[in-house]
């Protein structure tokens, strides 16, 4: 038995199902109560945005959303800085609302905050508009791409200052997961657009074999293993009684009521990516306190997972067990009455994703060794370029991103040219095994925190937030003043 699955969001392309997508990601109740307090707020935009960046005779455009906070922005005269978010593979609103450090330390800097949205995301559609011929064909799609959105960042970002008369106003770029890696590649890219980058959670080394394909499902397994040895047998054990239960008279039957999914679908293939997807994405969020980025969760979600599976009530039963694991993730608040695997829905739009990994965001994870708490698999390029020839017509371009951004010998290279990134990843996030985990130089930083999931640090801040992540959000914001003290510096000797 092999799963395959793609996981489009937070810059996963995890081939275990070529069929599936991410199951539905709820909105968030959260959200609202923070933007009811008034603690969210901010203005819709569109810019007049360039198709192609780099080619003359192309002269289309496209309006790209970009969301504005001005409430604690110091001014123009004051050369106050601005912080931009450069957008995820998804709506931007999803990423706005759920990057409440950035809000919170605006008032210290009166900042100016701008998310952009990504281009072929949320409401920045090329062509119109019209999604469905921006996704028509390899031809439309072929302007998705990571360089064509980082010119879009950076062309956005000048017209902006321009307009607000900010030419010495400082940027700093801010960004999770894919956005992360684009924060770190802006700065490396567009240095004088932008004096300094926070890049939390980017696996910018989960290419060209800089990284072992199996890091990301390593991480995953520890993260259950430490938290129960039991806990990691079981699930490790289910695939197989899986398996051989679907294989039996009368076996899909038990399966469906033993993980109680609706009766308009039920394969072995959708069971098992139903359940890996949640081991997964739980491993991603394992936040400290409650959250409800993907789903509503509880805080330490895997620990709330080994406790379903230990639990002496459900006995020796495998199934019960595991659905008790799956249910934190896709039902804590108890609403589902059954799962339905064959929801293609995207409320977030993510489908972009596929495109893009199937062109240069070649990133090996499928990797699992027999300790695995999956079963035993290899990374196949093979397999991933065939999908994409059959999808789109096209072949993947694995070393692109490490020719375009660098990757190899990454301490020696940014220790030359390099300055102002810091990379945050926390080891619980199977990411961090691609991440920068080392500090590079003075100003090229790595924070490293050992009970930290994807992206914990952009989180609203909460009372309940441990020492370790308050650390954490203090140091970074030093790091920023001393990038922003520096600049001004400068700015004075100049004038």
Known sequence: MKMRLILLFL????????????????PSSLDDQLSSKGKLSYETNYFTQILDHFNYNNPQTFQQRYLLNDKYWGGSKNNAPIFVYTG?????????????????????????LVFIEHRFYGKSIPYGGDKTIAYSNKTTLGYLSSTQALADYATLIIDLKNNLTAIDSPVVVFGGSYGGMLAAWFRLKYPHVTIGALASSAPILNFGNITSPYSFNNIITQDFKGESENCY??????????????????????????FRICKNYISQGSLENWLYTAFVYTAMTDYPTPSNFLNPLPAYPVKQMCKAIDDPKSG?????????????????????TCFDLNDHSDPHGLSGWTWQACTEMVMPTDGN???????PSKWDYNERAQFCKSNFGVEPRPNWVTTEFGGY????????????????????D???????????????????????????????????????LKQVREREVNIISNWLSQYYQSLNEIY
């Open 430 to 468: 199977p990411w961090s095994g691609a991440g920068v985990l080392k500090d590079i130089s003075k100003s090229i930083v790595a924070i490293v925190a050992k009970e930290g999931a994807h992206h914990v640090d952009l989180r609203w801040s909460s009372k309940e937030d441990p020492k370790w």
């Open 11 to 26: 810059v996963c392309f995890s081939p275990i199902s070529f069929a599936k997508i991410p199951p539905r990601l709820f």
């Open 369 to 375: 060794n027999k300790e695995s708490i999956f079963p």
């Open 88 to 112: 995820n593979e998804g709506n931007i609103e999803w990423f706005t609302q759920n990057t409440g450090f950035m809000f919170e330390i605006a008032p210290h800097f009166n900042a100016l």
């Open 316 to 336: 020796m039963d495998t199934f019960e067990k595991i659905y008790g694991a799956a249910n934190i993730y896709y039902n804590y608040t108890g609403n589902a």
């Open 409 to 428: 010998n990454i301490e020696r290279v940014l220790k030359r040219f390099g300055s102002n990134i810091i990379f945050f990843n926390g080891q619980r």
């Open 233 to 258: 047998k079981v699930i490790k054990g289910s695939w197989k009684q899986i398996e051989d239960m679907a294989k039996t008279k009368g076996g899909w039957e038990k399966l469906r009521k033993s």
